[in-house]
């Protein structure tokens, strides 16, 4: 029991922490206020950490990867209404992306809000997140917290992962019960993400696909790197023989260095494959729906899609294999049924693909090398290609346009789970929560590669990664501006809506909050930086210079733009 106001007696704050503290919650990312304030006291003397953010939103992103990296519901505690609002954008996120997340709101009054009557940030909270996660509850009573906590628990972390929302209005901290009553209504979740086995009949028939395979790829997402079943996926891709492409978030499930990775490849594996293995991938926007140009000839190849989702399942294009389950269970299946004799796709397959690889990496590799002044994206993000691989243990954060897509494309990453970006709706502003998150959960370097306008939706949040002292570099690649700092608005005094002041200087906002703050402008003066910033394990920022002609309007995704029909003046 923990230190109520006399012993025999406990309350909501206490039974709250209680819940968290039984379920192994031990980390709470958030912004103080009313109704939570004392709350948040009480849970770091109960030996809860809490981090205080400076912005909802951030510590939200910051809960949401927790549940990545950890498999457990990363917790985000916000105060009512507007605190409770900007967090909303982060559960979304975590849904989304299939990450748990909890986020736990206080709000205002029941009786006042739902009459209308003006309380103190008056909203109905419930209402407004129901569909922006899995599931939302309200909390009214101290004697229903713990089936509260279970439920919100079991929701986020079963099946596919995802948002959960807890309401917990003001007066259900203070409400008190019988102590011996309160601690028994409390509910540790017994395997709270039960394994789901595939149907044997489903991977027989995915093998029975497989097998006649002449041209196999496989492609690992991030629901492949959440599962945490790194030897089993290393097994079965290593068994099969087969060449696969990982998405952003699967880099270094195997090395990015392995020989079968198909990564510098990527457009002739999928236009020649004739049956692709999907692991924990969805065929969304990021794969083209599975259809058009880059799929090669329609109808070209099938599917077997390895998902703990059955909605998932011919979402997009119609799926020969469906085989639903959690990965480990399925791919444990994959492996036993697959025997000890699996033939290898034909030499033919396998070597087209490794000269494509080898031809696209020795074009690339002078590039890498280069020290132009101003720097280039190849230039800048070879550096950091090389303090990545000489420590494989550091956490990649990034986001951007332009210093997105190349920073996925140039830098190997060589362990699993240790590339972390914007996601599945290409979200800039995960950039401070994500790295926040990263080292307090892991304890690990964090390196943030951050593009100058990316940078800026989490800026604020140097000061919370200086208060915690945390071992986090951040890289602004500071171009000028959103995709390039080169636009003209010929029509008005105010600059182009693209352009940001020129030469700001984001390595003084660090020093302003007692970290340090280092101006570079090439790629070896990258390298001393970053390599400094390692050794110390402080706070950096890194302003490195780019060329800001070098980027192209939204990066790889240009062709998402909508066009006009009039024509420009
Ligand atoms: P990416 O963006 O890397 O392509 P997505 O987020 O689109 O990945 O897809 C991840 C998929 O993984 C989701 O469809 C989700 O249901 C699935 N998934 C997540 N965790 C598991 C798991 N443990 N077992 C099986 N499938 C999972
Ligand atoms: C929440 C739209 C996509 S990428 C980007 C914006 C504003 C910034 C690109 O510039 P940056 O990178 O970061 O300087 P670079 O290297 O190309 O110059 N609001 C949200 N999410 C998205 N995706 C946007 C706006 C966007
Ligand atoms: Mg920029």
Known sequence: MT???????????????????????????????????????????????VLSFRHEQHAGYAAAIAGF?????????????????NGLTALAHATTNCFPMILLSGSSEREIVDLQQGDYEEMDQLAIAKPLCKAAFRVLHAEDIGIAFARAIRAAVSGRPGGVYLDLPAKLFGQVMDAAEGAKSLVKVIDPAPAQLPAPASVNRALDLLKSAKRPLIILGKGAAYAQVDEDIRAFVEKSGIPYLPMSMAKGLLPDTHPQSA??????ALKEADVVVMVGARLNWLLSHGKGKSWGEPGSKKFIQIDIEPKEMDSNIEIA??????????ISAFLAGMGDNWASPSAEWTDAIKTK??????????????????????????AIRTVIKENP?????????????????????????????????????????????AAVETGHQVIAIEGDSAFGFSGMEVETICRYNLPICIVVFNNNGIYRGTDINSTSDDVASTVFVKDARYDQMMAAF????????????????????????????????IDENAGTESGRIGNLNPQSVVKKK
Request: glycine residues 12%; proline residues 5%; negative net charge.
């Open 321 to 330: 294999a469906p085989v639903v389950g959690d990965i480990g269970s399925c």
């Open 69 to 85: 990296l950890t498999k457990k519901p990363g917790i985000c505690l916000t105060v009512s209404a507007p605190g409770f609002l």
């Open 514 to 545: 007692g970290g340090v703050g280092v101006y570079v402008t090439s790629p070896a003066d990258l390298t001393v930086a970053v390599n400094e910033a390692i050794a110390l394990g402080k706070p950096t920022l890194i302003n490195a210079v």
């Open 393 to 437: 243990e550091i956490i990649l954060v990034n986001e951007g346009a332009n210093t997105l897509d190349f920073a996925r494309s140039i830098i190997d990453m060589y362990k699993p789970r240790k590339r972390l970006d914007v996601g599945t709706w290409g979200v800039m502003g995960i950039g401070m929560g994500q790295s926040i998150a």
């Open 357 to 382: 690889v080898e031809t696209n990496v020795a074009r690339m590799a002078p590039k890498l090398q280069n020290n132009n002044v101003p720097m280039d994206y190849q230039g800048a993000l070879g």
């Open 3 to 49: 230190d109520a106001a006399t012993e025999d007696l406990t309350d909501g704050f206490h039974l709250i922490i209680d819940a968290l503290k039984l379920n192994d919650l031990s980390t709470i990312y958030g912004v103080p206020g009313i109704p939570i304030t004392d709350f948040g006291r009480m849970a770091q003397a109960e030996g809860i950490r």
């Open 263 to 268: 990564g510098a490849a990527r457009s002739l």
